[in-house]
């Protein structure tokens, strides 16, 4: 049997959904990319992909391209990396950089230019961290949360815009990303003494129980004041009182801040992840 691949979201998720569920908060990114695309969400016009890999004892093995993101390697068995690559090529898929666990990912990478004038650079270093229990700062800054409203739908565009800019993720379609969060009430804002929105915290749909944090953002003039871990709590606690088991997040893994805020409030490291570029 080995590596299979197809253009339909819906025979992936057949396949490869519950391989992906028995670990929901490590395979949070598959997951919600899996739920989105079996209701006909695309990101873009371009083919997507969808590989599993299938033996004697069930499906053992999940990734998936949805493009313009990176290919995501969601489990890839020992001894079935090179099969994979070949297959890959076979398919003549074409990707921008690979997503996945470090070690994993550097092996794919490995494979992946070998023989090739490929060129690679590692683009994104991420920790996932996902919630024991939660710990609301205290004292809570000054100010409130509400979910954010389609009156707000400029503020929350004009910052997921500069959120994907000073990380340098891939670029997305922010308006609808942003009504879609807000009309399902899964955008949050924290309001400051006078009313004024000065942070955002927002979070994917719950997919095999898991909801992710996604994004949280601060404009610089109202940074260290406790606004983004204020509002990521207020995101979390509603995340878990509508129909979330578990609540995950990632952070930069190079910035001790943020790592250490989101531990202040009750999230535990569970892993690091990266992203790999390739260029001629």
Known sequence: ???????DPLEYCEHAW??????????????????????????????????????????????????????????????????????????????????GE??????????????????HRVTLRLRLFRLGSLVPPDPAPPGSARTATLDDLEV???????????????????????????????????????GEPVALAARTATAAGVARIAPVYTPP???????????TAACTADALARDADHVVLFTDAANPTTNAIYQQIGFRPLGDRCTVHFSD
């Open 1 to 7: 049997m080995g590596w299979r691949f197809t253009d």
């Open 18 to 99: 519950d391989l992906l569920a028995a670990d929901p908060a490590l395979h949070t990114v598959s997951l919600t990319v899996a739920a989105a695309v079996r209701t006909g969400y695309r990101w873009s016009d371009d083919r997507m992909l969808f590989g599993w890999h299938e033996d004697a004892g069930g499906v053992r093995g999940a990734v998936s391209h949805t493009p313009p993101h990176e290919l995501l390697l969601a489990v890839v068995p020992d001894g079935t990396l090179e099969e994979l690559v070949d297959g890959l090529r076979e398919q003549r898929t074409a990707f921008a950089g690979v997503n």
């Open 102 to 119: 470090v070690e994993l990912v550097e092996r794919f990478v490995a494979a992946w230019t070998a023989g090739t004038p490929l060129r």
């Open 156 to 194: 929350a565009m004009s910052w997921l815009r500069a959120f994907e800019e000073e990380t340098d993720v891939t670029r997305t379609n922010v308006e609808g990303a942003a009504r879609e969060r807000i009309d399902a009430d899964r955008l949050w804002l924290w309001e400051d003494e006078a």
């Open 221 to 231: 003039e109202h940074r260290r004041r406790g606004y983004g871990a204020a509002i």
